[in-house]
């Protein structure tokens, strides 16, 4: 089932070769568009109600993904799974071939963390659209990882619970620990890393 899908994803390569440079682009720059999501939600949280909290929420969207790469060498490393267009014949790479594991996407993982971190930060911002958009996103990317013969779709799948779990699991604790620090920053010159109004003050 697994090689089928992976197939009948790729496959489309055959039909739409005005699509593969618009496709290698983001399969292997899609970053940047997270990196701009994290930016525009920080620049929301330092207007927030609490925007220590809510910038300390922001901060753990874009740690997530790091937390999620060490993962995904544990995993991967253990697994050892060959690229799909190693291991099947008549299939198409749109992108340099590489010699890393394939199992579980690590476009994937990184991109759904943050697009989790940015859902659970959501109800602390003025706007609610950044994990949502990231989540659309995120999923996208797996999709072309898969068109451009980088991952079979267990791969992604896979990313997408990674991504998820290591998002969502520490979230609490991770939060709470990077609030005592950006309350810390709002009342030092570094406040305007942390808010965009008057110092703020309350408990740390």
Known sequence: MDDRLFRWINSFADATPWLHGVARFYAVDAVAVFALLLLAAWWDARSAEDPPRAVAAVLWAGIAPLVGAVAVQLIGSTIDRA?????LHGTHLLLDPTRDFSFPSDHTTATVAVAVGLILAGPMLRRHWYGWTALALAILLGIVRIYVGAHY????????????AVA????IPARSALSALTRSMSRSPLRPLVASGAPVTGPG
């Open 83 to 87: 690229r799909p267009t190693t291991a």
């Open 153 to 164: 779709p267990t791969d992604v799948l896979a990313g997408i619970v990674l991504g998820t």
């Open 168 to 171: 969502a699991i520490p979230a």
